[in-house]
């Protein structure tokens, strides 16, 4: 787990454990293929399950979402973004990596935490709130960049997506105080 804590996770193809989770009703429903195939099963059906959260997930935001990155790369880490100019939640949810989990984190942020050969990225995926100028969006942009953004800067020009996130879903999100 990393610095941020996972209070609700959406989807993730780590940390299967088949003999607990799914061989009993795996062998029950297949009792003709072998364990081997059981197991190819159930990433297959977990993959599935992905295209469902993306369904559920499907929720317009006023307007464009920007995911920032912290990347783990060959020669080091590395902060960046990108846009999500759809502002669709849905569309939060593709990885090319091996390993993927997205996941709520206690702030109420929706989060990805995404393994690959190199290392691993944190995606932090934010919504721009409506009133954001093109000129605000471009400042938080470039500080980003030059990996200077703060928590501050992110909060002043974005919302996080676990209202909606927790909405669909029906669970609660402790509310942020806000500061005076």
């Known amino acids: 787990m990393t610095a941020h804590e996972k209070l609700h996770i959406i989807w993730s193809n780590c940390h299967f454990d088949y003999e607990k989770d799914w061989k009993k009703d795996l062998e029950s429903e297949y009792p003709d293929i072998t364990e081997e195939e059981r197991v190819e ?3 297959e059906t977990n993959d599935y399950y992905l295209d469902d959260e993306r369904a559920n997930l499907d929720i317009c935001m006023d307007g464009p979402i920007i995911v920032i990155a912290d990347l783990g790369l060959w020669h080091g880490r590395r902060s960046g ?21 997205w996941y709520i984190d206690k702030l ?14 944190y995606y932090l995926y934010r919504a721009f709130k409506s009133g954001c100028t093109d000129a605000q969006a471009g400042l938080l942009q470039i500080k980003i960049y030059e990996d200077k953004a703060t928590r501050a800067d992110v909060t002043k020009y974005t919302e996080r997506l676990g209202d909606a996130i927790a909405n669909a879903y029906g669970f609660w999100i402790p509310r942020l105080k806000k500061s005076a």
């Not at 935490?113 to 990225?121: P, S």
């Open 81 to 101: 973004y990108k846009m999500i100019e759809s502002g669709n939640i849905a569309d939060c949810l593709y990885s090319n990596t091996d390993y993927t989990t």
């Open 41 to 43: 099963l159930m990433f």
């Open 108 to 121: 109420g942020d929706l989060r990805c935490e995404a393994i690959h050969h190199d290392g691993t990225n």
